[in-house]
Every structure is written in C-alpha cells, then in structure tokens.
C-alpha cells in the first residue's frame, strides 16, 4: 500500500477526518450504512451476497458485474466503495501494473481490500463518498483516472436521487474526459422486485444496512444524464448495471 493509508482512523469516530481536510463527521445513517461490514461479516461477504443473495435473491448473478468491471476498468482506477476487492481481484486489468485508489469510509474494509488488491500495491483513501472527496490534497487526483468503479454502493447510502448524486459528483471530477464510471445498484421500483427480494429490502432497510426505498430505475438514468454520456443501463433482477462515458468539455468549459 502507498503512503496514504496513513490516514486510516480506526475505529470510525465521531471526530472523522476525511482525507487532507476535515471534514463534518458523516451523520448517524451515514455511519450505519458501512457500520455492518466489519471482519467477520467481510469474511462470509464473497459468499452470502456475490453468491447466494445475488444469485437467488437480487437475480443477478456476480458474473454480470465482473463483465461490466471487464469492459470498463481503465489502467488509472479508482473504487468507490470497495468491499472485499472481489471483482478488483478477479478482474483484468488492461497494463500489469494498473494504479489503483481505494476509497471507502470504513477502515477495516479498507484494510481487507488493500490487502487482497496488495499486487497493485493500491493507494487508500478513508472518505464519505457523499461529501465531496478530498481532490489534489495529495490523495486522489482530479481528472486523473481512466475508470471509476461503484458497485453495490449506492443501495447502501441514504438520501435522494439529488443526494446520492454526489457520488456521481466525485466520479466526474475524478475522472479524465473520456473516463468510464461504472457499477450497479439494488433498485426498489421500476424494476421487478420477487417476494423474497422485498422481504430482505424491507429488512435491510428497516437496519439501516440499505437505503434503497425510493431508489428507482428512472432517477438513476437521471442522476447519470446530467453528468455523462454514452449511458448503458441493464437490469437483471432487480439490479440495475451502468456504464458511462464523462464527456469532454465543451468549447466553453475548455476555457
Ligand atoms: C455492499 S458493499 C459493496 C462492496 C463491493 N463494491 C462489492 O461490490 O462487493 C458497500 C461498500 O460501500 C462502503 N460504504 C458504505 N457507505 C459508504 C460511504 N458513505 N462512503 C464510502 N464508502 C461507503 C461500505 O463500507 C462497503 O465497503
């Protein structure tokens, strides 16, 4: 790991610093929504819910997401939310030796996944993905990265479309032109959602794990439209997979 895991804070306190700066602490649900994925629930992770629960609840099998990693992660990439580096771990990247940042609030994920991404010898950045990340305090380089990903992340995040959207707000800052964001989210409407599917939401929701209760397939089309192009949307279960392009900047933007 490079020298920025320095950073990592553990446990995850009140007085949370977010990269360079400080930044206000994430506020309670914030907190609850990453507070779950502690060792002992990341070392049944790959199984219970890239597994079964995709598989038999969500009704997307992981292969799904590791194609969508496969056709869009660049040699510069940065992963929001990271999890056990599952799909980093398997996927290709296109050099041997890809820079990779990984930035998640909670610092035993980081930890796992560093670990298990060691062979790039990853960068890690402990940040709220709903504040803005901290750009070119020495962390996390804007407009540098070929690739962001963001897989199963947004489910877990409370908020609106508009308040999730920050996320999206710190993809296209991280990426270059002509960057790819990609990953995929467990939606609650404008998809089909099974009996079993609802019955665990409306659990993981009523925890705080999820925040997906007003998460639909329209805002989610929205909340990429207004910052990227080229949109693919696939849904498969009641999991919506996406991939965009960041735009280049107009004639004006360009300055
Ligand atoms: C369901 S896991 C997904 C892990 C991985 N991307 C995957 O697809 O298997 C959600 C991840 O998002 C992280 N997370 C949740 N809320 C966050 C926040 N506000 N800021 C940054 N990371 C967050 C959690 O710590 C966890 O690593």
Same mark, same amino acid.
């Given at each position: 790991?490079?020298?920025?895991?320095?950073?990592?804070?553990?446990?995850?306190?009140?007085?949370?610093?977010?990269?360079?700066?400080?930044?206000? +602490?994430?506020?309670?649900? !914030?907190? /609850?929504?990453? @507070?779950?994925?502690?060792?002992?629930?990341?070392?049944?992770? =790959? #199984? *219970?819910?890239?597994?079964?629960?995709?598989?038999?609840?969500?009704?997307?099998?992981?292969?799904?997401?590791?194609?969508?990693?496969?056709?869009?992660?660049?040699?510069?990439?940065?992963?929001?939310?990271?999890?056990?580096?599952?799909?980093?771990?398997?996927?290709?990247?296109?050099?041997?030796?890809?820079?990779?940042?990984?930035?998640?609030?909670? +610092?035993?994920?980081?930890? !796992?996944? /560093?670990?298990? @991404?060691?062979?790039?010898?990853?960068?890690?950045?402990?940040? =709220? #993905? *709903?504040?803005?990340?901290?750009?070119?305090?020495?962390?996390?380089?804007?407009?540098?990265?070929?690739?962001?990903?963001?897989?199963?992340?947004?489910?877990?995040?409370?908020?609106?479309?508009?308040?999730?959207?920050?996320?999206?707000?710190?993809?296209?800052?991280?990426?270059?032109?002509?960057?790819?964001?990609?990953?995929?989210?467990?939606?609650?409407?404008?998809?089909?959602?099974?009996?079993?599917?609802?019955?665990?939401?409306?659990?993981?929701?009523?925890?705080?794990?999820?925040?997906?209760?007003?998460?639909?397939?329209?805002?989610?089309?929205?909340?990429?439209?207004?910052?990227?192009?080229?949109?693919?949307?696939?849904?498969?279960?009641?999991?919506?997979?996406?991939?965009?392009?960041?735009?280049?900047?107009?004639?004006?933007?360009?300055?």
């Amino acid at each position: 790991m490079r020298a920025a895991n320095q950073g990592i804070r553990e446990p995850l306190t009140r007085e949370y610093v977010g990269g360079n700066a400080t930044v206000p +602490p994430p506020p309670e649900e !914030v907190i /609850a929504g990453q @507070a779950v994925y502690n060792r002992f629930m990341l070392a049944g992770y =790959d #199984v *219970l819910v890239l597994g079964f629960h995709c598989r038999l609840v969500w009704r997307c099998a992981k292969r799904h997401m590791l194609d969508n990693y496969q056709r869009n992660i660049g040699a510069r990439h940065a992963e929001f939310g990271t999890g056990t580096a599952y799909f980093l771990d398997r996927c290709g990247f296109p050099t041997a030796t890809p820079e990779l940042t990984l930035v998640d609030l909670n +610092p035993t994920v980081l930890r !796992v996944s /560093a670990a298990r @991404a060691a062979r790039y010898h990853p960068t890690v950045v402990q940040a =709220d #993905v *709903l504040q803005p990340l901290p750009f070119d305090g020495g962390r996390l380089q804007a407009g540098h990265h070929d690739s962001v990903g963001a897989n199963f992340l947004l489910h877990c995040l409370p908020g609106t479309w508009a308040e999730k959207g920050v996320v999206f707000d710190n993809a296209a800052v991280a990426l270059r032109p002509g960057g790819r964001i990609f990953g995929s989210t467990i939606l609650s409407s404008g998809v089909r959602v099974n009996a079993p599917a609802r019955r665990l939401m409306k659990v993981y929701n009523a925890r705080g794990i999820f925040h997906n209760t007003d998460d639909d397939l329209a805002g989610l089309r929205w909340q990429l439209d207004q910052r990227f192009t080229d949109i693919q949307l696939a849904v498969r279960g009641c999991v919506a997979l996406f991939e965009a392009t960041k735009p280049a900047p107009t004639e004006n933007q360009a300055g």
